[in-house]
């Protein structure tokens, strides 16, 4: 069932990793424009595996260009630096306007488990919602081999759907005060018609690190990763088991406070070498 919103010109950044250019950039845009005003702000390259990182040497340079998206000419904003830092220079100082939303991709590539801190996707959201702004994260899984590429043989169109379809549902609804973002990862084969569910984020990492080939150690060499080969070990609650086995769209609530979910008082004794007396 489709969700209603009231008539209002709200107010949604845009952002990504991938760059001003990418393809599921422009997908997103497209799929978010009859919301409202979509303010396109990402960064000037590739930003892939930068997480909320704020890095000292970019440069911070922004410059506008005139897109068409939809048979209209819009002004888009290209950004020296990471994923977090188009955030935070689209809310301070590029977009007059109060946000209502930020929404971040689409991804090449999924993120799942453990490893969404190294996401540039997530940290673009993490960085909106540090800002007070409710924040929506798509990510579409495709090969490895597309990670890094702009490649126009990806289809983004089930993942523009469910862009559009959480984001009125995050510009209509409330989340509960330990909700700051909304992942969503989308299988490669989706439709509209493809069941969604609401999982919790894998405890496992899903790009597993494998190391530089043989080399010198002055030379240059790069850690790779590789997808996890045995996804159906996971929990079944979890974003990689929905995606990669049930083949559903993963919708992972995340928050801001990174916690740890234990009593802090026993975890204090336990720090403190202390046990409580029995009664």
Not at 123 to 137: D, Q, T, V
Not at 181 to 205: F, G, H, M
């Amino acid at each position: 069932m489709q969700v209603k919103i009231p008539m209002k010109k709200f107010q949604i950044l845009l952002t990504n990793d991938d760059g001003i250019q990418s393809p599921g950039l422009w997908a997103a845009a497209e799929a978010l424009s009859p919301l409202g005003y979509v303010h396109v702000v990402a960064p000037r390259e590739q930003y892939s595996g930068a997480g909320r990182s704020l890095p000292s040497n970019s440069d911070g340079a922004v410059c506008p260009k005139q897109v068409q998206v939809n048979g209209k000419e819009w002004t888009v904003y290209s950004v020296g630096g990471s994923p977090a830092q188009t955030v935070l220079h689209a809310a301070l100082e590029i977009v007059p306007v109060p946000l209502d939303l930020a929404v971040s991709g689409i991804n090449y590539g999924e993120n799942v488990g453990t490893g969404i801190t190294a996401s540039g996707t997530v940290g673009a959201a993490l960085e909106a919602a540090g800002l007070g702004i409710p924040a929506l994260a798509v990510s579409l899984e495709t090969d490895v081999a597309h990670h890094l590429s702009h490649s126009s043989e990806v289809d983004f169109s089930a993942a523009a759907y469910f862009t559009l379809h959480f984001a009125r549902l995050l510009l209509s609804r409330r989340l509960p005060a330990d909700v700051q973002v909304l992942k969503v990862d989308v299988p490669r084969d989706a439709t509209a018609d493809t069941p969604w569910e609401t999982t919790r984020l894998s405890p496992l990492q899903y790009f597993e690190s494998v190391p530089p080939p043989p080399r010198d150690w002055g030379q240059s060499g790069l850690v790779g990763y590789r997808v996890m080969s045995h996804p159906e070990q996971d929990r079944p609650d979890t974003d990689i088991y929905a995606l990669r086995v049930r083949r559903t769209v993963a919708v992972t609530p995340l928050s801001l406070d990174f916690t740890s979910r234990v009593g802090l008082d026993d975890f204090d004794d336990l720090l403190r070498g202390e046990t409580k007396s029995q009664p």
